[in-house]
T-cell receptor
């Protein structure tokens, strides 16, 4: 498959445990944030997004937390499954349009059965 | 509904050559963005097109260019290829240009420059 990062931070969790992936963003003017999942050989896949006027948003098995004070995002995955193994990226959008996302370096999540 | 289609999937070119990559967005999507992904730099924004017009451009040299056609299909071109241009080039499409619109990525074109 495709190698998306040779020296990514790696998080290794046991199947069924909760996972927390962290991300520091760079621009205090960013007002929209997205988490993406990228599996080997595939393009990034949208997981969940959050606007800067919120500090928490929940999806199916995922929760995103936003702390604007310290410019920090986290993605929590409940009951992690082997299919969750992938590289996870946070992205921030400062521009006025959908494009021009600034991506973090990514975290590789490895789920042990 | 078909997803974002990028062609070709893999490409090998020689330094100094030029290359054109193609992206067909999801039917009905009018916004297309391009990104370069490398192990060292991660995912970096190249440009965004909407209604055949370039709306945003990333910090890449002029050798990188793109265009969008009336059917929303997009192409990007890299001229005078350098070894450092070896990367996965990703295209994303979305329904509109609005910020909160979900972007759908294709599988990418893996370009290797030798």
């Amino acid at each position: 498959g495709e190698s998306v990062g040779l020296h990514l931070p790696t998080l290794s969790v046991q199947e069924g445990d909760n996972s927390i992936i962290n991300c520091a963003y760079s621009n205090s003017a960013s007002d929209y944030f997205i988490w993406y999942k990228q599996e080997s050989g595939k393009g990034p896949q949208f997981i969940i997004d959050i606007r800067s006027n919120m500090d928490k948003r929940q999806g199916q098995r995922v929760t995103v937390l936003l702390n604007k004070t310290v410019k920090h995002l986290s993605l929590q995955i409940a009951a992690t499954q082997p299919g969750d193994s992938a590289v996870y990226f946070c992205a921030e959008n400062i521009g006025g349009s959908q494009g021009n996302l600034i991506f973090g370096k990514g975290t590789k999540l490895s789920v042990k059965p | 509904k078909a997803g974002v289609t990028q062609t070709p999937r893999y490409l090998i070119k020689t330094r100094g050559q030029q290359v054109t990559l193609s992206c067909s967005p999801i039917s009905g999507h009018r916004s297309v963005s391009w990104y370069q992904q490398t192990p060292g730099q991660g995912l970096q924004f190249l440009f965004e097109y909407f209604s055949e017009t370039q709306r945003n451009k990333g910090n890449f040299p002029g050798r990188f260019s793109g265009r969008q056609f009336s059917n929303s299909r997009s192409e990007m071109n890299v001229s005078t290829l350098e070894l450092g241009d070896s990367a996965l080039y990703l295209c994303a499409s979305s329904l509109s240009q609005r910020k909160n619109t979900e972007a759908f990525f294709g599988q990418g074109t893996r370009l290797t420059v030798v």
